[in-house]
């Protein structure tokens, strides 16, 4: 590999000139790979000893404080957006076109019906499920990330992108029952997040946490690849022309909503099949309109496409392309700083435990 993903990973240099900027766009991915995984440390910190042992840093030690940075930043940025995603979901509901006119109308009737909580139904279920997807997510790319850059030959333009699906496979087990029990009760369920839980339990068993899997891990891969890339190209191509080892918090925020709106626009159609998977009910139906028990991912598209036309696979794609820059602007930059924070906390622990004990 070249010298930046070398150095960063404390391995050999084979470049006799690793400062040089990179050129071509395998060499921005390299120059990103190394940027990422080394943050800049403020002049006043002794450099030989915090870089050494960030050098030295295991690859299982990336993975856990990238999932501790990923843990704060996905709780947080999910609260934060769950009023939009709210939205999102009436609209994408089977019979929301007979019931709202456009997402302000949803917006207005949700206001009047339940007031400010209604926009917030099912939000214990996404602090804790965000929180333990987020974790996971974050922890396995910066794994996954960490570990490709090792492995001799393997082309740094494929790292983001593998690195991201690998998050999304191992993400999606948990993000799964989080997303059912809250667009259960986005969607009209009556309870709070614990009684949603019981009587999914109780009526489907287990395996009825995981209704519209399929169509998740179907929409979470693309959309995964898709955002984590963009933002990893983005951040690449922004880092080679500033010439700088990191992003400025705007640029964070700008790289980090761009990929988002990209990722959201090519794959709602997915995300309907899901959220229609998802709010199918069983006996004690919220509405008629909502009692359609889909047979799968092929019947669901199927029907959305004879009921509605093609319209139907765009549901809630303004709210979705809204809701997905924001979260990726949001979350790529709270990750960012979490994941420095506790990384260069980390370190200075690890520098202060090596530090030999002076002789009495």
């Known amino acids: 590999m070249e010298a930046r993903i070398s150095s960063s990973l404390g391995l050999p240099s084979p470049n006799p000139?690793?400062?040089?900027?990179?050129?071509?766009?395998?060499?921005?991915?390299?120059?990103?790979?190394?940027?990422?995984?080394?943050?800049?440390?403020?002049?006043?910190?002794?450099?030989?000893?915090?870089q050494t042992l960030l050098k030295n840093l295991?690859?299982?030690?990336?993975?856990l404080i990238g999932a501790a940075g990923g843990g704060i930043a996905g709780a947080f940025t999910y609260v934060c957006l769950h009023p939009l995603?709210?939205?999102?979901?009436?609209?994408?509901?089977?019979?929301?076109?007979q019931i709202y006119k456009n997402a302000l109308d949803a917006v207005v009737k949700t206001f009047q019906q339940n007031g400010i909580l209604g926009f917030y139904s099912g939000v214990s279920a996404v602090i804790v499920g965000s929180t333990a997807s987020s974790a996971v997510y974050f922890?396995?790319?910066?794994?996954?990330?960490?570990?490709?850059?090792?492995?001799?030959?393997?082309?740094?333009?494929?790292?983001?992108?593998?690195?991201?699906?690998?998050g999304n496979i191992m993400s999606s087990a948990i993000m799964v029952p989080k997303e059912l029990i809250t667009q259960r009760m986005q969607a009209g369920a009556k309870g709070r997040s614990w009684q949603v839980l019981v009587k999914i339990l109780e009526k489907d068993g287990f395996l009825g946490l995981y209704a519209g899997y399929s169509a998740t891990l179907l929409r979470n891969l693309p959309a995964g690849v898709l955002s984590y890339s963009s933002f990893e190209y983005l951040k690449a191509a922004v880092l080679n022309t500033t010439k700088k080892s990191h992003l400025e918090p705007v640029q964070s925020v700008l790289c980090g909503a761009l990929a988002g709106?990209?990722?959201?626009?090519?794959?709602?159609?997915?995300?309907?099949?899901?959220?229609?998977?998802?709010?199918?009910?069983?006996?004690d139906a919220v509405n008629k309109a909502a009692a359609v028990v889909y047979g799968g991912v092929s019947a669901t598209v199927k029907q959305i496409l004879k009921?509605?036309?093609?319209?139907?696979?765009?549901?809630?794609?303004?709210?979705?392309?809204?809701?997905?820059?924001?979260?990726s602007a949001l979350g790529y930059f709270?990750?960012?700083?979490?994941?420095?924070?506790?990384?260069?906390?980390?370190?200075?622990?690890?520098?202060?435990?090596?530090?030999?004990?002076?002789?009495?």
């Open 334 to 360: 709270a990750f960012e700083t979490a994941r420095l924070t506790i990384l260069q906390q980390y370190l200075r622990q690890k520098e202060l435990s090596e530090v030999p004990a002076s002789p009495s």
């Open 139 to 166: 922890g396995t790319c910066e794994f996954g990330k960490s570990f490709l850059s090792k492995i001799e030959g393997f082309p740094s333009v494929l790292i983001p992108p593998s690195a991201g699906a690998m």
């Open 261 to 283: 709106a990209i990722s959201a626009s090519i794959t709602t159609p997915l995300d309907v099949v899901k959220t229609r998977l998802m709010t199918q009910v069983h006996g």
């Open 17 to 50: 000139n690793p400062h040089r900027h990179p050129t071509d766009f395998p060499s921005i991915l390299n120059h990103f790979a190394a940027t990422a995984t080394n943050p800049p440390f403020a002049s006043t910190t002794p450099a030989p000893k915090p």
């Open 58 to 63: 295991t690859v299982v030690e990336r993975a």
């Open 307 to 327: 009921e509605e036309g093609w319209v139907g696979l765009t549901r809630g794609m303004g709210p979705r392309v809204l809701h997905s820059a924001c979260f």
């Open 85 to 97: 995603d709210t939205i999102k979901t009436k609209m994408q509901t089977k019979g929301a076109s």
